[in-house]
């Protein structure tokens, strides 16, 4: 695993398990229609972290209602149902209003990814500092390192999510620009006020 | 030879898992992607129905 931060890229050429396959099929449909990037747990199950989860958590770049029927209408044909609503008026409705609505392979409920707009700055800078990771098999947009142990030490702060953000830290601790943690986490203290 | 790192035990079941974090991450660094990954796999995989491809 090579972490180039100035490239904001990480090479990794770890073998594929399910869940990275499907989130590759998955984030292939998204992009044709909008920028994308995945937060929160699988970030860190794509570095190693060895755990399951249910979801994989997804924000996507505002998109119009045109736009978003042609994402759903693809979605639909490769095998992905929405488990919230099967009107899709309706899901772009809970998306305007700040919902996630989860996606799924046909006939699964588990796992699912669960996409959403960003509401606030905070979440909007997800798309200024994303990293690519590159697989052999294609590529995929994850929050900053630094972005994700900022907001699960300081802002999710369950079990799971400091772990989550040990692994995280752990792994590039030498990399890491701990003056933007710092700067995130000033960030997060004033929208918790 | 490689000395074999061992794992400090945890007080209580949080902080063994974050002592658990810390060993893993170090058997991330000393190996090859193909390899930790494939043992991550088998817990990963798992949790897909087994007829699936």
Sequence with gaps: MEYIPFKRQITLNRELNKLDELTLIFTQILKKYTGYVIISGYVSILLGRARATEDIDVFIKKLDKKKFFELWAELENKNFWCLNTDDVDEAYAYLIEGLGIRFAEKKNSIPNFEVKFSKNLLEQKNFEDFIKVKLKQGEVNISSLERQIAIKKYYLKSEKDIEDALHIEELFKDKLDYSKINKIKSEISIILK | ?53
């Design chain 2, 1 to 53: 030879m490689n000395k074999t790192k061992f794992m400090k035990p945890g007080k209580n079941n949080f902080e063994d898992r974050l002592n658990f974090i810390k060993f893993w991450v170090q058997q991330i660094k000393d190996s090859k992607d193909e390899e930790w990954s494939k043992q991550q796999n088998i817990l990963i995989n798992s949790q897909f129905p087994k007829n699936k491809n």
